[in-house]
């Protein structure tokens, strides 16, 4: 909607949604997730406890250092994109 020129700030987004700005602009965030860390996530491959939640904190927006640290900073160990011992699966 955004990138289409429909809206031009969050907060006619949000309005026109009827929900609060700050909301939309955290999970607008999740848009600066690096390729490969959705990509782990669509096909289910995060690490256990990785919930939108945990992505509602801040993290950085450099993809290169998303993924040399965990994301966000709460989670422990950092994510393996390689499907790693705490990788869990979704059938």
């Keep these: 909607m955004m990138e289409k020129g429909r809206y ?32 782990a996530i669509l096909d289910a491959r995060q690490p256990e406890g990785m919930t939108l939640p945990t992505f509602m904190e801040p993290f950085p927006v450099e993809w290169d250092r998303q993924k040399g640290r965990p994301l966000p900073s709460s989670l422990t160990p950092p994510i393996p994109l390689n499907g790693g011992p705490n990788v869990r699966r979704v059938y």
Excluded: H, M, Q, W
């Design 8 to 39: 031009g700030t969050t907060d006619e987004l949000a309005a026109t949604e009827k929900i609060n700005s700050s909301c939309v602009s955290r999970v607008l965030r999740l848009t600066l997730l690096a390729p490969d860390i959705v990509e």
